[in-house]
């Protein structure tokens, strides 16, 4: 860490008269929020322009440094020295009204420019109150649901001094090997768009200055899921047209709903990494998508360029990085170490340091940090875990529930029940119901399966046994959970994966249920009792004893701080489950990645004929498909027609159905469409989502649904990477999952 120069204000020659008029540009008595957005914008560069004028190279530095702090909340002992010198502006874990106030004090009372810290933190699926992991969220299939979870998320971290979340995680991830599939949207680009939009609107708001908003951050830029084989960091090597068409698409849509910051990621792509790769950094990002925010790097990631081989030291880390676009460095101090020598050896120029400051600034004037640095104490008391967000938790977990099976109508259990076993390592363990990034969410928050079942049925005898162990390699449990069987009226069985199984550095070759829990089930099921498998996850799981034998499955993922509650909502009906899943659900791991918007192949699967894309001991079709859920009622989707036989290549057009519920209860369908280009100058997916919308219907009711294909939705990227919608033949086909669908065509025509 260099030592700063200080340099007093007589150095840079400005009268007192010129040093006010620069103070009152910086510090305006005017709130920048009551003024019209253009005109705020150019207040703010001229603020900047102001601040930077002033700064020394040490300090413009400091802007670019963000350290950790303890995992508690608290700042670390060395971190006040380094603010009050201008030599830190950002923090991650340091949360908590009175840590983040301490440390603003210092660099807004007591540092030379009084330039305010941004304090980041992963608040992924929650700040205290905690939601479904974003994988279980997206499977609601309800934008307006994940945006509301978002936001509740922005208010508690906000209301405890948090400013910028390090969220939405908006990789696309078709690999359920690799464990950070459970902080995403699953498979699909489209999905992942609308949740990425979402998210994005629902932590920042239009105006992330406000007191219960905060930056996001779009995450990890970029291809970090197609990491091979699954194992996590791992090289990725992926074509620009699977970038643009795949990889990209989610980040895009958080461009265009305004997100503040990037993270840029730890794998490389077609060998340069991420953090030093200005073809991502520079050219898409802002060249071609005009992103003015700031890049944050991953968590040391600019000093692991030295692992990846293409840094031979610090000061080349440094370098490459910077010059590549990632602005501010997490945890690494490679800027800071050696940016002024790189700067004399002119490896480095001002400019590229200046650009780097001014985009890290920008987004602290537009968090309104230097007109409001602190947070409320008593502010933070109200808002974190409110009844008002507990009871918001609840709700969404309950939507992102997915009903995978559901024979004989077994569910939705009678309340009127006298008795019911309830068996399985995860069905009383508050850590797991959280997941893997609990952000500040705590395990004695957190209502379990049990818990949820005992103030479900306050009458009822609950006979619960654990059975085994997550990870169990003995059966010595088994006894009495089957006792705890026999003497129940029906079974509720929750088994999965521990929250640590999937998340960062959490990735597994295989995608059974961990130890004997299978075993476990067998010898349950074997007692004859109607049996409800619970599953509790970060990933899909290859289940396929358990989607043959047992009459009813739920995936709930790790549904959150009200997850007992919600599992039991929808167990007794009280929610009539309506989630699908956004990912597709294997047979067998080594049929990854399986993903539903394939290629078509030369070979495309034929039973009768060996010499096709199959495999020989596993069928080539997946156990669930993308999209899939089932409800407690019936729903019927049919009258398929669009608004015009052909179009235009710039033209657009209207997709309807009606959708029924045929059933006895008011549910809940997601109506999905998916498209396919027939016959292109490129090969095209055998099918695409393109637009979705869920929809509640009271049993006998009838709706119609329309959605609008453009141009946008249209096109593809053509032999020349170039953005087009070429004439021919366009499938439509529409359903309740990604296979079961019914079909239309149409003509898109030469204008
Ligand atoms: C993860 C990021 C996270 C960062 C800060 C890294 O290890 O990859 O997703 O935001 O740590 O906690």
């Not at 608290?74 to 010198?85: C, G, H, I, S, T």
């Not at 840590?99 to 608040?123: H, Y």
């Not at 869920?694 to 141009?711: I, T």
């Not at 366009?730 to 003509?747: A, C, H, R, Y």
Request: aromatic share 8%; hydrophobic share 40%; with cysteine.
């Amino acid at each position: 860490m260099p030592q700063p120069r200080l340099s007093p204000l007589s150095n840079f020659g400005l009268t007192i008269v010129s040093v006010i008029v620069l103070l009152a540009a910086i510090f305006p008595t005017q709130p920048i929020r009551t003024r019209g957005a253009a005109a705020q914008r150019s207040d703010i560069e001229r603020r900047i322009n102001a601040l930077l004028a002033r700064m020394t190279l040490a300090e413009k530095l400091g802007q670019l440094q963000q350290l950790d702090g303890h995992a508690d909340g608290r700042f670390k002992d060395e971190q006040p020295e380094l603010v009050r010198k201008g030599l830190l502006g950002s923090t991650l874990n340091v949360r908590g009204v009175k840590n983040t106030n301490d440390l603003q004090r210092i660099a807004v009372e007591q540092s030379r420019l009084k330039i305010p810290m941004i304090f980041g933190f992963d608040v992924i699926h929650g700040y205290r109150t905690v939601f479904p992991i974003p994988l279980g969220e997206t499977a609601s299939w309800d934008p307006a649901a994940v945006k509301r979870a978002a936001s509740i998320a922005a208010a508690e971290s906000r209301a405890a001094g948090v400013h910028w979340t390090f969220a939405p995680m908006v990789d696309i991830a078709r690999d359920a090997r690799w464990g950070r599939i459970a902080e995403g949207s699953g498979e699909d680009p489209y999905l992942g768009s609308v949740m990425a939009r979402a998210r994005v609107q629902g932590f920042q708001g239009t105006d992330y200055s406000a007191n219960d908003k905060v930056v996001a951050c779009a995450k990890h830029w970029v291809a970090y899921g197609a990491a091979e084989a699954g194992r996590d960091y791992n090289t990725t090597d992926v074509s620009e047209r699977t970038l643009r068409e795949v990889y990209f698409p989610p980040f895009k849509a958080a461009v265009d709903a305004g997100v503040g910051t990037f993270m840029s990621a730890f794998n490389s792509l077609n060998g340069v990494p991420t953090s030093a790769n200005p073809f991502t950094l520079t050219d898409i990002l802002r060249g071609e998508w005009k992103f003015d925010g700031f890049v944050v790097s991953d968590y040391t990631s600019v000093e692991e360029l030295i692992k990846h081989g293409v840094a031979a030291d610090g000061a080349e880390a440094a370098q490459e990085a910077l010059n590549a676009g990632v602005d501010m460095e997490m945890v690494s101090r490679l800027y800071n170490r050696h940016g002024a020598e790189l700067l004399k050896q002119r490896r480095l120029t001002q400019q590229t340091i200046d650009e780097a400051v001014r985009r890290i600034l920008r987004i602290k004037f537009r968090l309104g940090l230097f007109d409001k640095p602190y947070a409320d104490e008593a502010r933070e008391r109200a808002v974190i875990l409110s009844p008002a967000n507990v009871a918001a938790a609840r709700e969404i977990a309950a939507r992102s529930i997915v009903l995978l099976k559901n024979e004989k109508h077994v569910l939705p259990l009678a309340k009127s029940v006298k008795s019911v076993a309830l068996i399985g390592p995860l069905a009383d363990s508050q850590k797991d119901m959280i997941g893997s990034w609990t952000g500040d969410g705590r395990a004695e928050d957190a209502i379990t399966l049990l818990q949820g079942l005992k103030s479900k049925l306050p009458q009822a005898k609950i006979n619960y046994a654990k059975g085994c162990e997550i990870g169990c390699d003995r059966a010595e449990g088994f006894e009495e959970a089957v006792r705890a069987a026999r003497e129940s009226d029906v079974v509720i069985l929750a088994v999965g994966e521990s929250a640590e199984m999937s998340g960062e550095a959490a990735s597994r070759t295989s995608l059974d249920l961990p130890g004997r829990q299978l075993d476990l089930v067998r010898a349950v099921q074997a007692t004859g009792k109607p049996t409800t498998v619970v599953l509790m996850n970060g990933r899909p799981l290859t289940i396929n004893w358990i989607a043959e034998n047992t009459p009813a499955i739920l995936e709930t993922w790790f549904a959150g701080t009200q997850a007992g509650n919600a599992i039991a909502d929808v167990l007794f009906g009280d929610v009539n489950p309506g989630g699908k899943l956004p990912v597709t659900f294997p047979r067998a791991v080594g049929q990854i990645p399986l993903y539903y918007n394939h290629f078509n192949t030369g070979r495309p699967p034929d039973s009768n004929n060996k010499y096709t894309s199959k495999y020989t001991d596993v069928p080539w079709t997946p156990l669930f498909p993308f999209g899939y859920g089932l409800s407690y009622t019936q729903f019927k989707i049919t009258n398929l027609q669009l608004s015009a036989p052909r179009i235009p290549a710039n033209g657009k057009l209207t997709v309807s159905v009606d959708v029924e519920n045929v059933g006895k209860r008011a549910g809940d369908e997601v109506v999905q469409l998916y498209i396919r280009d027939v016959v292109a100058s490129v090969a095209r997916p055998v099918k695409e989502l393109k637009g979705f919308e869920r929809v509640r219907l009271e049993p006998g009711m009838k709706r119609r649904v329309d959605f609008a294909l453009n141009p946008e939705q249209l096109g593809f990227y053509n032999r020349k990477l170039r953005f087009v919608v070429e004439p021919g033949e366009i499938k439509v086909m529409v359903g309740p999952n990604s296979q079961d669908l019914i079909e239309s065509t149409f003509q898109v025509v030469e204008r």
